[in-house]
């Protein structure tokens, strides 16, 4: 975790997602030591007097959550303490497939979220949380539900070839973005996704035709991050037609 120039440049709206790990490994406090594949994590949180594996929770982290400092920042910032140890491996998961969440966060980006789609085969980081974790990373996701999949219906292959049987990831409740005709949008850096939305109908005032995502990029931040604009976003995405429902019951091996 750099200083403090360094973090408000990598969690900058205009950066999302920001930074995964460089490989697999534990969050430390500050720290991140990466592990190699062989790695035994339980060893390492019992070094670090953290709980188990076994007593944790797996989640596949879609988007932000596959930083570091954004989880240490969710940590912080939750009412009650919360352990900033935290093991986070890379992996890749079946037959889902990510892209944005179709509404505006707080801070003025357009997040992601997942969609199933037999087929797709999506790179992901997991973490193991602790039971505080997973209360104080709930209680940042307001717009999201936890759901638990299988890993029959979604494989999920760990970097060091383990494949879990269960595990949660959490889906938008509000569905994603498409292109306009039914294909989901995926997951692309937020200017490039501002100039998509600008030329659709989404977000346009009726008096001067002009789209909040229209612009430059810093602009369109400064103006997402209105609260009126975003109580207006979820109208707008649907209105548009550039809402697909998600449904991860149709999951199915493909």
Excluded at 102 to 108: F, I, N, Q
Excluded at 226 to 249: E, H, I, M, P
């Amino acid at each position: 975790m750099g200083n403090e120039s360094t973090m408000s440049v990598r969690l900058d709206p205009l950066h999302y997602p920001w930074d995964p790990p460089e490989a697999s490994g534990v969050v430390l406090g500050e720290d991140f030591l990466p592990l190699g594949l062989a790695a035994d994590l339980n060893a390492v949180l019992s070094g670090a007097d953290a709980a188990p594996l076994g007593a944790r929770s797996l989640v596949v982290s879609i988007g932000s959550n596959s930083s570091p400092d954004v989880m240490r920042r969710k940590f912080a910032n939750y009412g009650q303490p919360v352990s900033r140890i935290l093991p986070m491996v890379r992996g890749r998961l079946h037959n889902i497939g990510v892209g944005h969440s179709a509404h505006v966060s707080t801070a003025g980006y357009i997040a992601a979220a997942p969609y199933s789609r037999t087929g797709k085969c999506t790179t992901v980081w997991v973490s193991w949380l602790d039971e505080g974790q997973l209360l104080a990373l709930d209680a940042t996701e307001h717009n999201y539900r936890r759901l638990e999949l299988n890993g029959k219906d979604c494989g999920l292959v760990l970097d060091n070839g383990e494949r879990p049987a269960t595990f949660s990831l959490y889906a938008s409740s509000w569905g994603v973005l498409n292109d306009g005709h039914g294909a989901e949008l995926p997951l692309m850096d937020q200017p490039a996704l501002f100039g998509l939305l600008a030329g659709s109908l989404t977000g346009r005032d009726l008096e001067d035709e002009k789209s909040v995502f229209e612009g430059p990029p810093e602009r369109v931040v400064e103006q997402l991050a209105l609260a009126s604009v975003q109580a207006g976003a979820k109208d707008w995405f649907r209105s548009a037609g550039l809402v697909t429902q998600v449904d991860f019951d149709s999951v199915r091996e493909g």
